[in-house]
C-alpha cells in the first residue's frame, strides 16, 4: 500500500495582507522538508486565500445578487461568513425569509455574477503560487484543489 504525506496549505486572512508564498511556505512545510522522499505525496490546495485572493469578487457579487432581492449587506457581515457555502451565508442573512427556492434563486444568481466577474477581470495566483505549484509537479507531487464553492465555477463555465 502507497504511503501518502498530505499536507493541507490554506490561510484565512480576510482584509489582511495574503501570503507571499516566497515567505512563508518554505520546506519546513513539507515532511522531513525532503522533496525526494520515494514514497507518494500529495498536496492539497485551498483555493480561496491560498491559490488566488477572491475575496472582492465575492463581495462585488454578493452584494449586487442581495441588493437585486431587495436586502442590504454590510462589508462586515459578509467577511463575518466569507468561505462558508451559500445555503448556510443565506440562511443568517434571510432568516426567516429563506426558503429552499429563494436560496437557490440567489445563490446561483449571485454565482453567475461570480463568474462574470472571473471572465471580465479575470484572477491571478498569489504571489509564489505559480512556482510552488510547478515545483512540486516537477517533483512527483499529487496536487488537488479543495474548495467549498460550486464545482462548476472550477470549470469557469456557464
Given at each position: ?14 482584509s489582511?495582507p ?13 515532511p ?6 520515494t ?21 462585488i ?25 451559500n ?34 477581470d ?22 488537488a ?14
Amino acid at each position: 500500500m502507497a504511503e501518502f504525506h498530505v499536507i493541507k496549505v490554506s490561510f484565512v486572512r480576510h482584509s489582511a495582507p495574503k501570503p507571499d508564498f516566497g515567505e512563508t511556505l518554505n520546506e519546513s512545510y513539507l515532511p522531513h522538508g525532503d522533496l525526494r522522499m520515494t514514497a507518494s505525496r500529495a498536496v492539497l490546495w485551498d483555493m480561496d486565500g491560498t491559490l488566488i485572493d477572491s475575496e472582492d469578487f465575492h463581495w462585488i457579487s454578493w452584494r449586487n445578487a442581495m441588493t437585486n432581492e431587495g436586502v442590504v449587506i454590510a462589508h462586515e457581515q459578509f467577511l463575518a461568513l466569507f468561505g462558508q457555502r451559500n445555503d448556510s451565508i443565506l440562511s443568517q442573512w434571510l432568516g426567516n425569509t429563506a426558503t429552499p427556492a429563494r436560496i437557490e434563486k440567489i445563490a446561483n444568481a449571485k454565482e453567475k455574477l461570480y463568474r462574470q466577474l472571473i471572465r471580465r477581470d479575470g484572477i491571478s495566483p498569489l504571489p509564489g503560487v505559480a512556482d510552488w505549484v510547478h515545483r512540486l509537479h516537477k517533483e512527483g507531487w499529487l496536487q488537488a484543489v479543495a474548495s467549498a464553492c460550486p464545482t462548476r465555477q472550477y470549470r469557469w463555465g456557464a
